[in-house]
């Protein structure tokens, strides 16, 4: 049985010939997110720590991906290191997986499979390649209260670098509910173009402000 820690090593990306690079996440870390900002001031006016509230939100959204993954693997891992409410809520996120498990013919082909561009110098790790109601489709797991704008960037990153080895027809973002009876919002993603351009334009300022950082 494999046990689900709540601390993982930050994952590193590489090309072919070593060269280490960033990761889709961090790339997008370079864009303002307004939502966001005003998310967190709204915790701050109900007195809520916005960076533990985040924090502990993250910890429902890893086991929720690890229950996804488990289901995918027919295994079973130890979620002991987790509280009882976490586990609680990512078994939430899970009911409604299962949900959209029931409205859809899913056959897996990759799940959690880390990839990396060599052209374009980035990486990124992908929830779940396969085919959807016949179509080879792309999901992205998301357990967040809604459907974010970096999000669409973050799929259209995604989409490129699965497409440079393998046919991609759709590329769906999946949000799963963490409370009870939330159920799931399923968003095709259908102007992947413009999200890409606006990726590869943050990772060009992601890359330029490395330049600028080394030659402090």
Request: hydrophobic share 35%; glycine share 6%; net charge negative.
């Amino acid at each position: 049985m494999t046990v689900a820690y709540k601390t993982k090593a930050h994952q590193s990306y590489y090309t072919k010939d070593g060269s280490r690079v960033p990761g889709v996440t961090t790339v997008l870390q370079v864009l303002n997110k307004p939502a966001l900002v005003k998310w967190a001031n709204n915790l701050g006016l109900q007195g809520i720590d916005s960076t533990k509230y985040r924090d502990k939100m993250g910890d429902i959204g890893t086991l929720a991906h690890l229950m996804v993954l488990d289901y995918f693997k027919k295994q079973t891992s130890d979620y002991s290191e987790y509280s009882p409410d976490d586990v609680s809520k990512a078994e939430n996120c899970l009911i409604s997986f299962y949900n959209w498990i029931g409205e859809n013919k899913v056959e897996p082909i990759l799940v959690e499979e880390q990839l990396v561009s060599d052209d374009f110098m980035f990486g990124g790790t992908i929830d779940f390649y396969g085919l959807v109601n016949d179509r080879f489709t792309l999901v992205d797991f998301k357990t967040s209260k809604a459907i974010w704008p970096e999000m669409f960037h973050q799929v259209a990153a995604y989409t490129h670098l699965l497409s440079e080895n393998r046919p991609v027809e759709q590329t769906r973002i999946l949000r799963i509910g963490r409370d009870e009876n939330e159920g799931f919002e399923d968003q095709i993603v259908t102007n992947i173009g413009p999200h890409w351009e606006i990726f590869k334009s943050a990772l060009n300022i992601y890359q330029l402000q490395k330049q600028l950082k080394a030659g402090e």
